[in-house]
């Protein structure tokens, strides 16, 4: 369960792989960030600013002039910084099960308003609502973008517990096999020297 919203380094994180594809400025970072959630998130203008600040202090970018655009700040990563970014993603790779229960915890919580006798939210004049159809609305796009990226949907009878204990079981079969199949590779490798070893002998004799 995560007590607080999404993974800690996000925003560097997805600003240090911007600015390894090429110098950006703190505005289009913003609106990339907004184009790869589907437009539902943004950070804010203050927390984007002062990580580039932040990098460029540390060494990990570097402001870049441009003829073109002499009056805006563009950043480019430092070789520093791609080290940087290797760390990070290394970070941010061991939160994927924290992410994953921000997108859970806030959908329960949309669920929760909608449902839920102690909450009495006014949205008679709103555009959206705390109901069944925006619910279902809500589940639906993350199936078609599920659907747009890995392929075809197929539902996982499973409640979070089984799936966590079913993927934890996942992750140490997928160790084991590895380790089982570098100790393979190595003993077939074993096994082909000896074989030359051998062929070696015969020819000398």
Do not use: N
């Not at 913003?30 to 540390?58: A, D, N, R």
């Not at 308003?113 to 006014?122: I, V």
Request: no cysteine; proline share 3%; glycine share 10%.
């Amino acid at each position: 369960m995560r007590k607080s919203g999404p993974p800690k380094g996000l925003i560097s994180y997805l600003v240090l792989e911007l600015l390894d594809e090429r110098p950006r400025y703190g505005y289009e970072l913003l609106g990339e960030i907004t184009e790869i959630s589907g437009g539902h998130w943004e950070p804010s203008y203050g927390s984007v600013y002062p990580i580039l600040y932040k990098f460029e202090e540390e060494g990990v970018a570097e402001r870049v002039e441009r003829e073109d655009e002499p009056d805006r700040k563009y950043f480019a990563l430092t070789d520093a910084g791609r080290e940087e970014l290797a760390e990070k993603r290394r970070a941010i790779g061991g939160e994927a099960r924290e992410f994953g229960d921000v997108v859970l915890g806030f959908y329960h919580l949309y669920a929760a308003l909608a449902t839920d006798g102690r909450f009495e939210t006014d949205d008679a004049d709103a555009d959206w609502r705390y109901s069944e159809r925006y619910s279902a609305w809500i589940v639906e796009q993350m199936i078609r973008h599920h659907e747009r990226d890995f392929g075809e949907f197929e539902r996982i009878d499973a409640s979070p517990e089984e799936f966590r204990a079913a993927a934890d079981g996942a992750d140490v079969a997928d160790a084991s096999s590895e380790a089982g199949g570098a100790a393979g590779e190595a003993e077939t490798a074993d096994d082909a020297d000896e074989s030359e070893g051998a062929s070696s002998g015969a020819a000398d004799d």
